[in-house]
């Protein structure tokens, strides 16, 4: 069992930045590819970043790239993903989720199936 708590979700004017963090407890951090995700009113739960076990391989979904970076710190048991250039249309709850995987690379996982546990979400809310 993975327990993951996430922190630093808020409100923020159009071009600022935040950054949220997941602390993990529970199993072996460092077995886990992590991702976040982010689901807003009325749509579907999306993968805007992933990073794989080793940190190694990272995926940005497109409309993120350039100004969201994922980062993870084993030592803390804590994956990071520092927004800036923050728009309106990234309003959403955010969700911390956990994947167990074999592959010790680069693979990252970004499909909502595939992940193992998720955190509660936190609101980030952008005004324009």
């Known amino acids: 069992q993975v327990q993951l708590v996430e922190s630093g979700g808020g409100l923020v004017q159009a071009g600022g930045s935040l950054r949220l963090s997941c602390a993990a407890s529970?199993?072996?951090?460092?077995?886990?590819?992590m991702g976040w995700f982010r689901q807003a009113p009325g749509k579907e739960r999306e993968c805007v970043v992933a990073?794989?076990?080793?940190?190694?391989?990272?995926y940005y979904a497109d409309s993120v790239k350039g100004r969201f970076t994922i980062s993870r710190d084993t030592a803390k048991n804590t994956v990071y993903l520092q927004m800036n250039s923050l728009k309106p249309e990234d309003t959403a709850v955010y969700y911390c989720?956990?994947?167990?995987?074999?592959?010790?690379?680069?693979?990252?996982?970004?499909?909502?199936?595939?992940?193992?546990?998720w955190g509660q979400g936190t609101q980030v809310t952008v005004s324009s």
């Open positions: 990073i794989s076990q080793s940190g190694a391989g990272r």
């Open positions: 989720a956990a994947a167990r995987t074999s592959n010790s690379g680069s693979y990252y996982v970004t499909q909502v199936a595939e992940y193992d546990y």
């Open positions: 529970g199993r072996t951090f460092s077995n886990y590819a």
